[in-house]
């Protein structure tokens, strides 16, 4: 996600790996025991990723 905005020109390159810390700094491991459980974390860091580029396009937005 957080390539596909920069490719879009909505954050910068080295946003990209600020914000995969982010979601890495927030992030609770969990045991993998099925298919299940990979696609609720997947879904939850790409909600959790989508949040953190909206957040920084919305404060863009307000110094401009």
């Not at 914000?19 to 491991?29: K, S, Y």
């Not at 298919?35 to 919305?58: C, F, K, P, Y």
């Amino acid at each position: 996600i957080a390539v596909a905005a920069f490719l879009g020109g909505k954050i910068r390159f080295a946003e990209i790996a600020e914000t995969n810390q982010r979601i890495l700094d927030q992030h609770i491991p969990e045991p993998v025991t099925d298919i299940e459980t990979v696609i609720r974390i997947d879904r939850l860091v790409r909600g959790q990723t989508s949040t953190i580029l909206n957040e920084r396009a919305s404060s863009a937005a307000t110094l401009n």
